[in-house]
Structure formats: C-alpha cells, structure tokens
C-alpha cells in the first residue's frame, strides 16, 4: 500500500493473510489494525481466520495414520506417472 487508509472491506479481507502472518509493512500493519477496530465484520473474520491457523499448526504435531500416509504417497506415485506421459 501506498499510504492510503484501509476503507474497504474488501481491501482489508484482501490483506488479511497477510497481516495474520505478519507480513504487512508497520504502516499498513497499522491501517489493518484501525479497520479492524472499526468494522466488526472483518474483525469477526480476522478472529476466525486467526483460530482456524491455530487449530491447523496444532495439527501439525498430530502422527499421520500410517494408511493415510501410504495413500497419499500411491495418489503422488499416480499422479507423477500421469504427468509424465
């Protein structure tokens, strides 16, 4: 962003990836976080972007069950012999 305010909705749900990631320059960090403060509908959905990123990085230390893994590794097996036709 270029030093304009954070109106639209639409610009903030544009950037909210980033922001949750903390990604966006301190100005625009600064721009989100006014938006945010105002409109309760982006803020509801910054909060629920932000549990579900918990809730999947927390999957992350969960073990695979193993005939999951073994299927996912015969669909990458499948699919890179397709592609290499």
Known sequence: MTGT???SCTEALR???AYLDTELEEHEHGE???H???CRSCYSRA???AH???SIAEL???P???RLSARVHTLIREFTVAGDR
């Open 32 to 34: 989100m976080e006014r």
């Open 64 to 66: 695979v069950p193993p």
């Open 36 to 38: 945010l403060q105002r």
């Open 15 to 17: 950037l909210l990836a």
């Open 5 to 7: 305010e954070i109106t």
């Open 52 to 54: 579900l990123k918990a």
């Open 47 to 49: 909060e629920f972007e």
């Open 60 to 62: 992350a230390h969960e």
